[in-house]
């Protein structure tokens, strides 16, 4: 809103506030500005019959436009005011909402996770209404009291994000959170944007977990994986490669190719892969990080600073799947025209042995057995667990 705009109230919209959940609940989330807003515009509700100019609110709140738009924001997202355009009358519309009951705000995932990171979660437990034990309910339902010649209807079950499930699934799984505050509300954004029910998210949340841990950012990736435009075609054994890189966890992965020359896992070998992890890099897109490094460097161990690179190129290429990955090995890290020259001079490819089809193999019958060897011990993995 510009303060040469002009806004009108939706008609017979009237409100009575629950002036305390505004404030128990409400006021810690979104901040005085955005309460004060609401309070204008429930005062100043006149049942739609006029146009009131936006400048006019902006100076009876002493709010700048940025304050105005932060505040309407919240209440947005808050879910105590909807705001519309109206292009033909160049006007906006608002449509006041009731703020929660205490029950209903704190049985929102998003709602209570706001509002323990403003007061606490001891502070929040204590405002939640509990019956005490040993109660039998008497109510009624409608169609028993009401009863009309309908056949009774099957309560449809809401299949929006459901904390409790959620966390009663994690703790059978052996799963936790790392900040459980902001990964509920990172949950609950993943479930609202792209249409999750708690089953669905809950999936996505143990395929993409690391050592027993949720990370939303590595759901984001996984939910946000597209077939990136390749030019270039993979050859059978890299189909089967990639076939590998889709199932097996990186730390596996590591290890079975460090068995075949008998070398055992690095502790600094384990940090670097909660780096990889950290950075948001799916399982796959660090599988084929971890099988061109250890053929660029040509050693049993990684080499910290050439994967951190990788990583740091994969990350910001955006690179979310295995396809992704060996196709930029193969194609996107080839040098420029510009730099044809120096190219020619290159003794080595700057792709795996493994995933170029022009390169010449010139390597000895000792080494040709252990690449076989570890095709094979990796392709024998992946039709066990089929």
């Known amino acids: 809103m510009k303060p040469t705009d002009r806004f009108s109230y939706l008609a017979h919209n009237w409100l009575s506030p629950n002036h305390q959940s505004l404030h128990r609940l409400y006021l810690p989330v979104m901040g005085q500005k955005a309460l004060g807003l609401y309070y204008y515009f429930v005062t100043f509700f006149d049942d739609g019959r006029s146009q009131w100019s936006v400048s006019h609110l902006l100076d009876q709140l002493q709010l700048t436009p940025q304050e105005l738009t932060q505040a309407l924001d919240r209440l947005m997202a808050i879910k105590l005011l909807d705001l519309y355009q109206d292009s033909e ?20 995932a998003a709602f209570r996770a706001l509002l323990e990171k403003a007061l606490g979660g001891q502070a929040v437990s204590s405002l939640q ?39 009663k699934r994690m703790f059978n799984d052996g799963l936790r959170f790392e900040k459980e505050q902001d990964d509920i509300l990172a949950l609950y954004e993943l479930a609202e944007r792209f249409n999750l029910d708690w089953l669905s998210l809950y999936r996505l949340a143990k395929e993409t977990s690391y050592q027993g841990m949720i990370y939303p950012k590595r759901i984001w990736a996984k939910k946000t994986q597209q077939d990136q435009k390749l030019t270039g075609e993979f050859s059978q054994e890299e189909k089967e490669m990639l076939q590998v890189f889709k199932v097996t966890t990186p730390r596996d992965l590591l290890e079975q190719l460090k068995k075949i020359y008998k070398a055992s896992l690095l502790d600094s070998e384990r940090h670097l892969l909660d780096e990889l992890v950290a950075k948001n890099l799916l399982d796959e897109v660090i599988n084929v990080i971890i099988m061109y490094s250890l053929k660029k460097t040509n050693s049993t161990n990684l080499n910290r600073n050439y994967v951190l690179k990788l990583a740091n190129d994969f990350a910001y290429k955006k690179i979310n799947s295995a396809e992704a990955a060996l196709m930029y090995l193969k194609i996107g890290m080839k040098p420029s025209s510009q730099s044809k020259v120096s190219a020619k001079k290159m003794t080595k490819p ?7 089809q022009d390169y010449q193999n010139q390597t000895s019958d000792e080494e040709k057995a252990r690449l076989k060897n570890i095709k094979q011990d990796l392709l024998a993995q992946l039709r066990k667990e089929d």
């Open 350 to 356: 700057n792709i795996p042995q493994w995933s170029n």
């Open 89 to 108: 009358k160049e006007a906006y519309l608002v449509h006041l909402k009731e703020p929660l009951p205490t029950e209903d705000f704190l049985k929102n």
């Open 129 to 167: 209404v509990k019956l005490p034990t040993g109660l039998t309910k008497l109510t009624k339902s409608f169609s028993a009291v009401f009863s009309t010649s309908l056949e009774p209807q099957l309560e449809v079950k809401q299949t929006a994000f459901d904390l409790e499930h959620f966390k």
